[in-house]
């Protein structure tokens, strides 16, 4: 799996116990994503012709939980909520839950 980025280097803060602001993927993000595709399909039971992560938001807990909002065909997105454990606890990615039938103007919300 790809390294997540460890540096937060968005606009906004990142505050403990909330989620931070909307932010665009980067390349780390999105190869990250890429690779939790076949594991998203499987919890949806949907097969997806893309799968490019666009946005996400960020809250920081005992490693960092992410919400992604992912491009999966034409108009159609998901908002995938991943963890991502720190190095003391194994350093792990876990697609947590998905969440589908999302449109490009939907907001980025905790679930």
């Given at each position: 799996?790809?390294?997540l980025?460890?540096i937060?280097?968005?606009p906004g803060?990142?505050?403990p116990g909330?989620?931070?602001?909307?932010?665009?993927?980067?390349?780390?993000?999105?190869?990250?994503?890429?690779?939790?595709?076949t594991r998203?399909?499987?919890k949806t039971?949907?097969?997806?012709?893309?799968?490019?992560?666009i946005?996400?938001?960020a809250?920081?807990?005992?490693?960092?939980n992410?919400?992604?909002?992912?491009?999966?065909?034409?108009?159609n997105y998901i908002?995938?909520k991943?963890?991502?454990?720190?190095?003391?606890?194994?350093?792990?990615?876990?697609?947590?839950?998905?969440?589908?039938?999302?449109?490009?103007?939907?907001?980025?919300?905790?679930?």
């Amino acid at each position: 799996m790809a390294a997540l980025p460890i540096i937060h280097g968005g606009p906004g803060p990142v505050i403990p116990g909330g989620y931070g602001p909307i932010e665009e993927a980067t390349e780390g993000f999105k190869i990250l994503c890429h690779q939790l595709k076949t594991r998203a399909q499987a919890k949806t039971n949907k097969v997806f012709d893309d799968f490019v992560a666009i946005s996400y938001r960020a809250q920081i807990v005992a490693g960092k939980n992410f919400i992604f909002k992912i491009l999966v065909g034409e108009e159609n997105y998901i908002h995938a909520k991943v963890f991502w454990a720190l190095p003391c606890y194994g350093g792990g990615v876990v697609l947590v839950d998905v969440q589908d039938n999302k449109t490009k103007t939907d907001s980025i919300e905790p679930f």
